[in-house]
Each structure stands twice: as structure tokens, then as C-alpha cells.
């Protein structure tokens, strides 16, 4: 499994990115796709999560209302469109595997099976 991510960059408070994660290499048939971040000096923390079978959503608490993440299927392609940046929310986003028939969305690193490279948002005040 291979995936990669893309859509960073620099913004000011009150913007918005679109950030997009490309899978390949899925041939499960039940999965969750998420995304992290890490800030410097931080560890890396669970922003959102969308389950491939039934499209549940989860997000933190820092995100909700302003973050969210979305499919495509015939891409295998997954996005998290965030708006109303704010400073804090600049940091390195991973999206991330879990391959799971479970029904609850996962939210630790520890939980998902692979890594993508990782994109820079930086968000100015």
C-alpha cells in the first residue's frame, strides 16, 4: 500500500486548503482512511477519519465545524478541506491506513497499518 499526499502550503488565518491523499495498493475491502498531524516539538495527533464501506466521519475537537474529509472512490482518493485556518493548525499532515472491519474509527497512531509521506500547511497570523 502506497500513499501519497499532496495539496500543502502557505496560508493566512481565515483560509482555506484542500489537502488529497492517493491509495494504491488497497485491495481490502474494509479500511478507514485518516489524517494526522504534527506540529514541531509535538507528537502527531488524529485531525479526521472516513470509513471506506459506510463514509463515517470522525474529527477532533480542534477541527470540527471548520475540517472535512471526503472520498473518492473511483480516484481512491481521499481529501480533508479545511477552512477557517487558524495558526494552530500548521503543522506536517500524514494521511494514514487502518485496515479494520471494526466499527468504531480508530484515532491513535499506533492503530493504522500505513503511512503517507507527509504535506506542509503553514498558516500565518
Known amino acids: 500500500v502506497q500513499l501519497q499526499a499532496s495539496g500543502g502550503g502557505l496560508e493566512q488565518a481565515g483560509g482555506s486548503l484542500r489537502l488529497s491523499c492517493v491509495a494504491s495498493?488497497?485491495?481490502?475491502?474494509?479500511?478507514?482512511m485518516a489524517w494526522f498531524r504534527q506540529a514541531p516539538g509535538k507528537e502527531r495527533e488524529f485531525v479526521a477519519a472516513?470509513?471506506?464501506?459506510?463514509?463515517?466521519?470522525y474529527y477532533s475537537d480542534s477541527v470540527k465545524g471548520r475540517f472535512t474529509i471526503s472520498r473518492d472512490n473511483a480516484k481512491n482518493t481521499v481529501y480533508l478541506q479545511m477552512n477557517s485556518l487558524k495558526p494552530e493548525d500548521t503543522a506536517v499532515y500524514y494521511c494514514?491506513?487502518?485496515?479494520?472491519?471494526?466499527?468504531?474509527?480508530?484515532?491513535?497512531?499506533?492503530?493504522?497499518?500505513?503511512w503517507g509521506q507527509g504535506t506542509q500547511v503553514t498558516v500565518s497570523s
Open positions: 494514514a491506513v487502518r485496515i479494520s472491519t471494526g466499527v468504531t474509527i480508530r484515532t491513535r497512531v499506533s492503530e493504522y497499518n500505513y
Open positions: 472516513i470509513k471506506w464501506g459506510d463514509i463515517t466521519t
Open positions: 495498493g488497497l485491495t481490502f475491502r474494509s479500511y478507514t
